[in-house]
Nanobody
Framework: QVQLVESGGTLVQPGGSLRLSCVASGFAVNTNIMYWVRQAPGKGLEWVSSINSGDNVSHYADSVKGRFTVSRDNTKNTLYLQMNSLKPEDTAVYYC?????????RSQGTRVTVSA
């Protein structure tokens, strides 16, 4: 059974950093394209980042490029999102998803609030 469990979200001040984790079970993260998506209060789902399965090439939304870094630890079957220089507009619930249902999160997500 495929399961994804996110953690690491919390309240952080603007300019701060957080690392989100997503522990996967039921499949191997290194054999799937993995995604981070987010949903801000009152807004739709937004793609944030993705990482390829074979070559580890990563991609980022323009809104987070240069500030966020996606990575994975195959030994722990875990996906990460390092978030630096956080802004209030990064406030959202963050989900990890897998290809092809990248835009249909089925997990609880983790809430990130960026506020002074």
């Amino acid at each position: 059974q495929v399961q994804l469990v996110e953690s690491g979200g919390t309240l952080v001040q603007p300019g701060g950093s957080l690392r989100l984790s997503c522990v996967a079970s039921g499949f191997a993260v290194n054999t799937n394209i993995m995604y981070w998506v987010r949903q801000a209060p009152g807004k739709g789902l937004e793609w944030v980042s993705s990482i390829n399965s074979g070559d580890n090439v990563s991609h980022y939304a323009d809104s987070v490029k240069g500030r966020f870094t996606v990575s994975r630890d195959n030994t722990k079957n875990t996906l990460y999102l390092q978030m630096n220089s956080l802004k209030p507009e990064d406030t959202a619930v963050y989900y990890c998803t897998k290809h092809p249902e990248w835009d249909s999160p089925r997990s609880q997500g983790t809430r990130v609030t960026v506020s002074a």
